[in-house]
């Protein structure tokens, strides 16, 4: 039985709703990250399954290309969160606001 | 000769550098020799040009190029003719003497060896005006002149009045120069070239008294004008007299003045093509010579006086110019410089004698104590006036006057105009002698008035002799490669103006005497019975005062309206204005940058969502859009 499309669309949108509301209200910065991660990950289920559906790699090839961006972001932003961590610092984005000066 | 030239342009560039440079820390009889031996130096190189130019040698030599763009070239050439060595004589000669007497004259000055480096690079400019063969270059040596005419009527830069004086003479003579600079422009636009060689032998190409030739020669006249004191453009000259006397002698009387008669005798062959340009000339002339002459006759300042002569002198140069009689101007030129470099030095010597006094209604009965300033004068003032035979400005002024009266319409008017101002002119300056030098030679006179050192006097007495015999130089001859041979009169013509003119300058010797001599209440009771017209006459006809309210009080008033009101609210209004605006602006969107990430995130996933209504908008696939 082939799975509709738009129920892997809803599936992606309602991932990536619940990306974008975890991203503003949660103040965590490791929670935030995992936000992240989901809303991209609700962008590649989206790529995927369109790819599926339309008999293209094109969606399959973008996909990858977001997983190699969201593991470099990764760790970039890990290892902020670790250095302002050592600094002894709340965990609490809305206390880091310094780089608006 | 292409050596020549322009060792006659060094020898006082050098004197300028040298006195310019090392001035302070050369004695002062060093610093008046090299200025007065450089000039001496350039005279016989022109009395060697001379001797060439008499054996038929022209020259038209180019030594560099200046600069090269396209089709636009300006070479350094310089011009070497009849006319040219002439004016380069007379530039080299009478300068050579008014810097020795210079020497006697300025001896006690604090700015002697300035005072000569000014004088050296004003003849420096003088003969690259002369000599250039190129408008460019002519522009370069016309603004020098009045660079050093400026630099030398401000000479005693802590005297307001001459510092006043100076800027009014520049003001002037910026406005022939520019004249000068937009007839270089037009000629250049219409003719592709600059030297003087090609412009002469195109200018046929453009229509006879067409737009473009009479404008060009209008132009020119602007220049001219300005640089020669002539209506309208006069009123710088008078006020020149704050400089130093002799600066009044060689820059103010013998040669920048007469630059303007130079100027349109070396572009006789425009000023041939464009007849209304030079019927303009000539009028300029004309007008202007029997206008300052009216106003030289209640001077009481002496060099004034003379100032005003000169004027007068001058326009007759340019009637003569304007009716095509060249020779005759150049003839006029000539012994003016003589005559009238003579009389200003020899006033020169009044002046300090009366220790800087200039005015003549405080001096008088000068033959005791200053004989030779006394009989040079008394030739120099024969000379201007006219007298028959032993003076030259018999000779020259008859040439003029006489080429005026054998022409028709207006150039025969203006020659009654100056046949008028002889008379004038022997009017004034009897009236500046009798008053001056005292008529009643008898008298004992109980000052102790001191004759003038003989460097002093020695020029003098060259000049009068200059003044006196000058008129037998054969100057038409000489110019006739130039100008070609001069319209005959008949022998009874030439007697009978000859004689016309004596009696002119008859009636006002005698009415001079008459005055000032004889009866000195008759000349009160006049001064009374033609009150406004007297008045009118001693204060220059208001000329200062009309361009005064004319053309300063509207420009201080623009000024004021420039700076207190456009200035501050318009254009600073604007700037202000900008600036405040994105001030404020500013302070209200800084705001929106708090540095809280979740803030950003918001506004990003906002933006986010409105590109993709926008998208999804303009697609058709939301229902505000009818298609």
């Not at chain 2, 300025?106 to 004088?119: I, L, N, V």
């Not at chain 2, 003001?171 to 592709?192: H, R, T, Y």
């Not at chain 2, 003839?331 to 006033?347: E, N, Q, R, S």
């Not at chain 2, 000058?470 to 008949?490: C, E, K, R, S, T």
């Amino acid at each position: 039985m082939q799975i509709p499309a738009y129920s892997f669309l809803l599936l992606s949108g309602g991932m990536f709703t619940l990306g974008a509301v975890g991203f503003l209200v949660r103040r965590n910065p490791l929670v935030i990250f995992m936000c992240i991660e989901l809303m991209l990950n609700a962008v590649n289920l989206a790529f995927a399954a369109m790819s599926r559906y339309l008999n293209s790699l094109d969606g399959v090839v973008f996909a990858f290309l977001v997983i190699t961006v969201a593991a470099a972001e990764v760790v970039v932003g890990i290892a902020i969160i670790v250095q302002v961590y050592r600094a002894g610092r709340d965990m609490d984005v809305d206390e880091l606001d310094l780089m608006k000066e | 000769m292409s050596t020549l030239a322009p060792l006659v342009l060094l020898a006082p560039l050098a004197g300028f550098l040298v006195n310019a440079l090392f001035g302070r820390m050369l004695p002062r009889r060093v610093s008046g020799w090299v200025g007065a031996g450089s000039i001496g130096l350039s005279f016989v190189f022109a009395l060697a040009i001379l001797t060439q130019v008499i054996g038929g040698g022209h020259i038209d030599q180019t030594y560099f190029t200046w600069w090269s763009s396209g089709n636009f070239n300006v070479p350094f050439n310089l011009y070497v003719d009849p006319l040219s060595s002439l004016m380069i004589l007379v530039i080299t000669g009478v300068g050579f003497l008014i810097h020795l007497y210079s020497i006697g004259y300025m001896a006690e000055d604090r700015g002697f060896s300035r005072f000569f480096a000014y004088m050296n690079l004003f003849v420096f400019a003088m003969l690259l005006l002369v000599l250039s063969g190129n408008f460019v270059w002519l522009v370069v040596g016309w603004g020098g002149v009045g660079l050093c005419s400026y630099l030398l009527i401000g000479f005693w830069y802590d005297r307001p009045a001459a510092v006043l004086a100076a800027r009014k003479a520049f003001v002037m003579n910026v406005i022939g120069d520019v004249g000068m600079v937009f007839a270089a422009f037009v000629i250049f636009l219409n003719l592709n070239v600059l030297d003087f060689s090609s412009v002469f032998s195109r200018v046929h190409q453009l229509p006879k008294g067409g737009t473009v030739i009479t404008a060009i020669c209008l132009l020119l006249l602007v220049g001219a004008v300005a640089k020669s004191a002539q209506l309208p453009l006069h009123t710088w000259l008078p006020d020149a007299m704050e400089g130093p006397t002799p600066v009044s002698a060689l820059i103010h009387a013998a040669t920048m003045v007469t630059a303007g008669v130079y100027l349109v005798a070396r572009m006789h062959l425009l000023y041939d093509w464009a007849p209304v340009a030079a019927t303009t000339v000539a009028v300029i002339g004309g007008v202007t010579a029997l206008f300052a002459a009216t106003i030289g006759t209640a001077q009481t300042d002496i060099k004034r006086i003379l100032a005003y002569s000169t004027m007068s002198q001058i326009g007759y140069m340019f009637l003569a110019v304007g009716i095509g009689a060249y020779a005759a101007g150049m003839f006029h030129f000539m012994t003016h410089a003589f005559f009238k470099a003579l009389l200003f030095m020899a006033a020169g010597n009044v002046i300090h004698a009366f220790h800087d006094d200039q005015d003549i209604r405080h001096m008088g009965l000068l033959r005791r104590g200053l004989p030779v300033t006394f009989w040079t004068f008394l030739i120099g003032t024969l000379s201007i006036t006219g007298f028959p035979f032993i003076t030259a400005g018999f000779f020259s002024k008859d040439e003029i006057i006489r080429a005026a009266l054998s022409a028709s319409g207006i150039e025969f008017v203006m020659g009654l105009a100056a046949l008028l101002t002889a008379g004038l002119t022997a009017f004034y300056m009897f009236r500046l002698f009798i008053i001056a030098f005292g008529w009643e030679w008898l008298r004992d006179d109980p000052r102790h008035l001191h004759e003038a050192l003989p460097i002093q006097t020695i020029p003098i007495v060259i000049l009068a002799a200059g003044a006196a015999i000058g008129g037998y130089i054969p100057v038409a001859n000489f110019l006739q490669p130039v100008f070609g041979h001069a319209a005959d009169v008949g022998t009874l013509a030439f007697w009978g103006l000859a004689l016309l003119t004596l009696v002119a300058a008859a009636i006002g010797f005698a009415l001079a005497y008459m005055l000032y001599a004889r009866r000195p209440e008759m000349a009160a009771a006049w001064r009374t019975r033609l009150g406004p017209i007297a008045a009118l006459v001693e204060h220059k006809y208001y000329i200062d005062e009309l361009y005064d309210r004319v053309l300063v009080r509207p420009g201080y008033a623009l000024g004021r309206f420039f700076s207190n009101v456009l200035e501050p609210r318009v254009i600073d209004g604007a700037v202000n204005g900008v600036a405040n605006f994105i001030m404020l602006e500013s302070r209200e969107w800084r705001t929106i940058q708090t540095g809280r990430v979740r803030s950003y995130g918001l506004w990003t996933l906002g933006g986010a969502i409105g590109i993709v209504a926008l998208i999804a908008w303009t697609l058709g696939y939301l229902p505000f859009r009818s298609g």
